[in-house]
């Protein structure tokens, strides 16, 4: 995985979304755009993510396992083929309360974590946040009109230099 912006190309994640995909890890970084971020994370039985508050959207889609959300202190019940968003500013929690992983995929807009993340534990990924080692790359937190202006982007499109 590499730290730079990405190129203007398509990237693939054949089954991602299928139903037991054995993850292996709490978190880990799949794609980091200039404007969101896709991320896999197993959560195990009895595991939760951690009651936080992000300065970005979130939104999860659950692909195995069940578990209980708490968003802005409302509880919901989850399972495979759910999806919760999670808007900015809002606090939030989910806990596995299955007999398998929770297996989900989530997509923070923009980035939240740095793009090579992959956090085995939970406790590895708040070490690692804690120490400021888990940041997301300056810029995926530009603004369109940013994009533009140093090329990142074009309102037409490509091509694109250098690529």
Same mark, same amino acid.
Not at 114 to 119: A, I, K, L, M
């Given at each position: 995985?590499?730290?730079?912006?990405?190129?203007?190309?398509?990237? @693939?994640?054949?089954?991602? =979304?299928?139903? %037991?995909?054995?993850? /292996?890890?709490?978190?880990?970084?799949? $794609? *980091?755009?200039? @404007?969101?971020?896709?991320? =896999?994370?197993? %959560?195990?039985?009895? /595991?939760?993510?951690?009651?936080?508050? $992000? *300065?970005?959207?979130?939104?999860?889609?659950? =692909?195995?396992?069940?578990?209980?959300?708490?968003?802005?202190?409302?509880?919901?019940?989850?399972?495979?083929?759910?999806?919760?968003?999670?808007?900015?500013?809002?606090?939030?929690?989910?806990?596995?309360?299955?007999?398998?992983?929770?297996?989900?995929?989530?997509?923070?807009?923009?980035?939240?974590?740095?793009?090579?993340?992959?956090?085995?534990?939970?406790?590895?990924?708040?070490?690692?946040?804690?120490?400021?080692?888990?940041?997301?790359?300056?810029?995926?937190?530009?603004?369109?009109?940013?994009?533009?202006?140093?090329?990142?982007?074009?309102?037409?499109?490509?091509?694109?230099?250098?690529?």
């Amino acid at each position: 995985m590499s730290s730079a912006p990405p190129k203007h190309q398509m990237v @693939y994640f054949p089954e991602l =979304t299928s139903r %037991v995909r054995a993850f /292996g890890e709490f978190r880990k970084v799949m $794609h *980091t755009g200039l @404007y969101s971020q896709l991320v =896999t994370m197993e %959560v195990p039985v009895g /595991g939760d993510i951690g009651d936080e508050v $992000h *300065t970005v959207d979130q939104i999860l889609i659950f =692909t195995s396992g069940r578990g209980r959300a708490t968003v802005a202190g409302k509880d919901q019940d989850v399972k495979a083929s759910d999806v919760v968003v999670v808007p900015a500013g809002t606090q939030h929690q989910f806990v596995n309360t299955g007999k398998t992983p929770l297996e989900l995929i989530t997509v923070y807009s923009p980035a939240e974590h740095d793009p090579r993340t992959v956090h085995k534990t939970k406790e590895e990924g708040d070490e690692e946040e804690d120490a400021g080692k888990d940041e997301a790359p300056e810029w995926s937190q530009r603004s369109k009109g940013e994009n533009e202006k140093v090329g990142a982007v074009k309102a037409e499109g490509g091509p694109y230099e250098g690529e």
